[in-house]
């Protein structure tokens, strides 16, 4: 009888720690994409992905920004705007440094700030990818 009851107590202890860990809170940091301003990026953090895929930022409504790709700011030239839904793409001209990315790691940035404000008041979200 002792022995059912401790296996019971066992089981339910089991299922509560199960049910905490997957439906409980979590740790979400406001720098991940989805939180915050910062709604999405392409291609995904860590992602390997194909030469031509477009890189960008999605951001929250009432930010605007634009996008670093190796350290190097993308001039206006090279950048797609969709302002309606507050995307930034990288959209480059013809002869344009970015016309061709390179095989291998990238770093990207987007370097945002609410729409009204003063660049100056801006934050910056960075993530890898590669590229083959």
Do not use: K
Not at 45 to 59: F, N, T
Request: glycine share 10%; charged share 20%.
């Amino acid at each position: 009888m002792a022995q059912r009851l401790l296996t019971a107590a066992v089981v339910v202890v089991a299922a509560a720690g199960y049910l905490f860990v997957c439906t409980g809170p979590t740790d979400t940091a406001v720098d991940q994409p989805g939180v915050g301003a910062v709604e999405g990026v392409t291609p995904a953090g860590g992602d390997l992905d194909l030469r031509q895929v477009s890189i960008s930022a999605d951001l929250a409504p009432g930010y605007t920004g634009y996008l670093v790709i190796d350290g190097i700011e993308v001039a206006e030239d090279d950048l797609r705007r969709v302002e309606a839904l507050n995307q930034v793409f990288l959209s480059p001209q013809v002869d344009s440094r970015w016309a061709e990315l390179e095989p291998g790691p990238h770093q990207a940035s987007v370097v945002y700030w609410r729409i009204g404000e003063d660049p100056s008041t801006s934050a910056t979200f960075s993530w890898r990818f590669s590229l083959h």
